[in-house]
């Protein structure tokens, strides 16, 4: 078990309106989290409950209409390559190599040529795609975008983790095997890792935590720890179990 | 702005066989180029048959064009009109295309200088760059400098349009991401993310002004400047047809030639796309 104790993230009393043609619609309401550092938390919940716009939030992308975030002490007031972000539509920029994009983050932050070029590398083997670092985004599979889109976020060495139903797009198959891979490059990095995701599957195999939200609008409902070591037998009966109580406390709320 | 001489209407993908594609970005087969040579022959006897039943100064016959092109070619005339038709074109074209770029860039992305010049652009640019004629001709003269003028304005507008629009709708989540890795100033943010996401628009546009600005050119010829469009209309005005003709087919040749040489370099910048 990893040593939990200062606080990395913390969410206090957010919330968020949006202001629309019908009136005000609110996305979050009075959410409170804290994540320590090194943990891997997810917010679990159906879809419209507000679990993506406090990822945005998070991240700097949004600001909370009320509340604060403070990430390792400091208030979060816009983003930083510090909390790298994984979106589920990849995001990757279309006109340059994988290669290319894995630098992005590196080339802003004015990370010298050769030192940039080996972190690149570095990057390329973690994610297995060595091969195919001169290939444009078009070329390569959804899997694949979601890797590199993921070695761009970690390029920069940040110290938190947010992703949003990164692996939301691809096939079954290939999401078990990016849950694999995340959780191994997890353990040997210590990153905090805030997860969004409505897959309770994927909650339970992955998370040292589950923060399970219900909308609208949306806020905490529970928290479940989970404390079973990795990599998790998805067949053993406590899984099975864990699965079908989250299930339906989820279908409870809806 | 969609005329017969636009050149990307052949990108609406009308044609749904993929075969080889080669020249001009045309799918090409042998059936298509049997029925390509049956309606070439068949068009050219249409014409030699009416160019034979009336004098040459009201259609002279294939024949004779392409002797007046021979002639031309041979003598030299026919490249010291072109380079004259170039010297305005050229610079009229890369300055416009430059100019409107980088307007259509910073009005697509700043909305203060959009909001300023907005009520101005609305108004300047439906007035066809022909129409500035007028301006060329008692501010420049109509030499080269008025010829070049008149290119400019195509050029500039049908540019600032495409960089303008390729901007404003550069895409919104790529710019998060962008900010999400470090981008912190609107310099790097254009540089790195709205440029390269406008680029495939800019370069329609520019496309589209290498197209149509040949057009430009022949209409300020015609209104005198030298070149191309000027000895399609003084050969006419000598009932010297088949020369004006063989001046018309010059003109063709050099948009194929302009238009294939514009796609060749766009296919390469965007290589990240098809």
């Given at each position: 078990m990893r040593y939990h104790n200062d606080a990395a993230i913390t969410i206090d009393g957010v919330s968020k309106q949006?202001?629309?043609?019908?009136?005000?619609?609110?996305?979050?309401?009075?959410?409170?989290?804290?994540?320590?550092?090194?943990?891997?938390?997810?917010?679990?919940?159906?879809?419209?409950?507000?679990?993506?716009?406090?990822?945005?939030?998070?991240?700097?992308?949004?600001?909370?209409?009320?509340?604060?975030?403070?990430?390792?002490?400091?208030?979060?007031?816009?983003?930083?390559?510090?909390?790298?972000?994984?979106?589920?539509?990849?995001?990757l920029f279309p006109w340059l190599t994988v290669r290319e994009n894995v630098a992005f983050g590196l080339v802003e932050q004015g990370v010298p040529d050769a030192e940039r070029q080996d972190r690149v590398q570095e990057m390329l083997e973690v994610i297995g795609l060595s091969n195919f670092a001169d290939a444009y985004p078009k070329e390569l599979s959804g899997g694949m975008k979601q890797r590199v889109?993921?070695?761009r976020a970690l390029a920069v060495d940040p110290d938190i983790l947010l992703m949003d139903e990164p692996f939301g797009s691809v096939d079954m198959q290939t999401r078990r095997?990016?849950?694999?891979?995340?959780?191994?490059?997890?353990?040997?990095?210590?990153?905090?890792?805030?997860?969004?995701?409505?897959d309770i599957e994927e909650a339970v195999a992955l998370s040292d935590r589950i923060?399970?939200?219900?909308?609208?609008?949306?806020?905490?409902?529970?928290?479940?720890?989970?404390?079973?070591?990795?990599?998790r037998n998805r067949s053993a009966q406590w899984f099975v179990d864990q699965v079908e109580t989250l299930f339906e406390r989820i279908k409870s709320n809806t | 702005m969609a005329t017969e001489f636009d050149p990307v209407a052949d990108s609406s993908g009308i044609r749904s066989q993929p075969t080889t594609t080669t020249a001009f970005g045309r799918e090409w087969n042998l059936t298509r180029l049997w029925y390509g040579f049956v309606?070439?022959?068949?068009?050219?006897?249409?014409?030699?048959?009416?160019?034979?039943?009336?004098?040459?100064?009201?259609?002279?016959?294939?024949?004779?064009?392409?002797?007046?092109?021979?002639?031309?070619?041979?003598?030299?005339?026919?490249?010291?009109?072109?380079?004259?038709?170039?010297?305005?074109?050229?610079?009229?074209?890369?300055?416009?295309?430059?100019?409107?770029?980088?307007?259509?860039?910073?009005?697509?992305?700043?909305?203060?200088?959009?909001?300023?010049?907005?009520?101005?652009?609305?108004?300047?640019?439906?007035?066809p760059p022909l129409a500035w004629i007028v301006f060329a001709i008692i501010w420049l003269g109509l030499g080269h400098t008025g010829a070049a003028f008149i290119v400019f304005i195509g050029a500039f507008w049908i540019t600032f349009y495409n960089a303008y629009e390729g901007v404003e709708s550069a895409s919104r989540d790529l710019i998060e991401v962008a900010t999400t890795l470090g981008v912190d100033t609107n310099r790097r943010l254009l540089w790195r993310v709205v440029i390269p996401d406008a680029l495939p628009g800019i370069l329609t546009g520019v496309r589209t002004s290498v197209g149509q600005c040949w057009m430009m050119v022949i209409a300020a010829e015609l209104f005198g400047a030298p070149g191309v469009?000027?000895?399609?209309?003084?050969?006419?005005?000598?009932?010297?047809?088949a020369r004006s003709i063989a001046y018309m087919l010059v003109i063709s040749v050099v948009f194929l030639l302009s238009d294939w040489a514009v796609r060749r370099v766009r296919s390469y910048l965007l290589d990240w796309q098809q």
């Open positions: 949006y202001e629309g043609e019908g009136g005000t619609t609110t996305a979050l309401r009075e959410m409170s989290l804290s994540v320590s550092s090194g943990e891997f938390v997810t917010v679990l919940g159906p879809s419209g409950c507000g679990k993506t716009t406090l990822l945005r939030l998070v991240s700097g992308l949004e600001s909370p209409t009320d509340g604060d975030i403070t990430v390792a002490g400091k208030l979060v007031q816009g983003p930083d390559p510090n909390r790298g972000t994984v979106f589920q539509a990849y995001h889109g993921l070695a095997q990016l849950q694999d891979e995340l959780i191994d490059i997890w353990r040997d990095t210590d990153k905090t890792v805030l997860f969004v995701t409505h923060v399970v939200m219900s909308g609208t609008p949306g806020c905490v409902q529970a928290t479940v720890s989970v404390a079973e070591s990795r990599p | 309606g070439t022959a068949g068009f050219l006897a249409v014409w030699w048959a009416g160019g034979r039943e009336v004098p040459s100064y009201l259609l002279p016959t294939p024949g004779e064009v392409a002797g007046a092109l021979w002639a031309e070619l041979v003598s030299g005339e026919l490249l010291v009109h072109l380079g004259e038709s170039l010297l305005h074109y050229i610079p009229g074209v890369a300055v416009g295309v430059v100019a409107g770029g980088l307007l259509g860039i910073g009005m697509g992305w700043s909305l203060v200088i959009d909001a300023a010049l907005t009520p101005v652009v609305r108004v300047l640019r439906p007035i469009g000027y000895e399609i209309i003084t050969s006419a005005n000598n009932l010297a047809m």
